[in-house]
């Protein structure tokens, strides 16, 4: 069974603060990995995708990938109230298709 | 705009009912996908198409479901006999332009009473 784990939370920080979201996986045969985020009562929405060892940053948010310790996480830098939503990440396993395995997801609060 | 649009956007049906959801992808693509989240999850796969090849389904597809992509275009989802345990946001998606990525419609929320 291959798994994709994060802590549910709740994350509270501070306005103006670093977020960091965390995600391990199951299987190190994985290719690509994502981050959705949700707000409450939509549908997930693609922020970040990672598909090799290091960091991928795009405006506040920076995705990093270690593939030998099957983690990968997200840093929000200059977190805004309107960051608050549900995180989820995704890792796709496969060649040739999109089929995506999400997380439970982090619910992240930005406090003003 | 995520490139799939979805119908009904709500849906209330009485245990027992059969419901029927919509996905159309604005633009051609050759595979589309159902997922199901419920809530404090993540989205579950159920199934996914290669043009009207049904390729894969989840074994959370019991018999009571059945995805339909005819045409190579739109799709639709089929649960018959709703039961309460249905009750979920059932979300398509549409390949992106990056390797692996899946673009989300709005989704379609049942809630079965």
């Not at chain 1, 608050?84 to 997801?105: D, P, Q, R």
Request: charged letters at 20%; proline letters at 4%; a neutral charge.
């Amino acid at each position: 069974q291959k798994e994709v784990e994060q802590n549910s939370g709740p994350l509270s920080v501070p306005e103006g603060a670093i977020a960091s979201l965390n995600c391990t996986y199951s299987d190190r045969g994985s290719q690509s990995f994502f981050w959705y985020r949700q707000y409450s009562g939509k549908s997930p929405e693609l922020i970040m995708s990672i598909y090799s060892n290091g960091d991928k940053e795009d405006g506040r948010f920076t995705a990093q990938l270690n593939k030998a310790s099957q983690y990968v996480s997200l840093l929000i830098r200059d977190s805004q109230p309107s960051d608050s939503a549900t995180y989820l990440c995704a890792v796709n396993w496969n060649f040739g298709n999109e089929k995506l395995t999400f997380g439970t997801g982090t619910r992240l609060t930005i406090i003003p | 705009d995520t490139g799939v649009s979805q119908d009904p956007r709500h849906k209330i049906t009485k245990r027992g009912q059969n419901v029927t959801f919509r996905c159309d992808p604005i633009s051609e693509h050759n595979r589309l996908y159902w997922y199901r989240q419920t809530l404090g999850q993540g989205p579950e796969f159920l199934t996914y198409f290669q043009n009207e090849a049904q390729l894969e389904k989840s074994r959370l597809l019991s018999d009571r479901f059945s995805a339909e992509r005819p045409k190579g275009s739109f799709s639709t989802l089929e649960i018959q006999r709703t039961e309460q345990g249905d009750s979920a946001m059932y979300l398509c998606a549409a390949p992106g332009a990056g390797t692996g990525e899946l673009f989300f419609g709005e989704g379609s929320r049942l809630t079965v009473l």
